[in-house]
């Protein structure tokens, strides 16, 4: 079983970034594909970015060009790379693997506003 601990969130103003990272236990982290999704309020939890064991990696439309996912699978971590920032991108953020069979973490609060 995966678990995962999200970090990295925290509040910008539009047009800032920010880097999440996620810590996940679990031997065969470095085997299988591991996606970033959200959940904004009164939102059902959508998917953003995933990227398979090998690197291959695919974005929501509405985030690419702008967010960019990446795995060290020596420090069994998954990182999203965020920039241009804009409010619509508030929301709490969740790694998992990808389709989402692991354990949910608590994820972490991702707030655009000026």
């Known amino acids: 079983q995966v678990r995962v601990v999200e970090s990295g969130g925290g509040r910008v103003q539009p047009g800032g970034s920010l880097r999440l990272s996620c810590a996940a236990s679990?031997?065969?982290?470095?085997?299988?594909?591991m996606g970033w999704y959200r959940q904004a309020p009164g939102k059902e939890r959508e998917l953003v970015a995933t990227i398979t064991a090998g690197g291959s990696t695919n974005y929501a439309v509405s985030v690419k060009g702008r967010f960019t996912i990446s795995r060290d699978s020596a420090k069994n971590t998954v990182y999203l790379q965020m920039n241009s920032l804009k409010p619509e991108d508030t929301a709490v953020y969740y790694c998992n693997t990808h389709p989402p069979w692991g354990s949910w973490g608590q994820g972490t609060q991702v707030t655009v506003s000026s």
């Open positions: 679990g031997s065969i982290f470095s085997i299988i594909a």
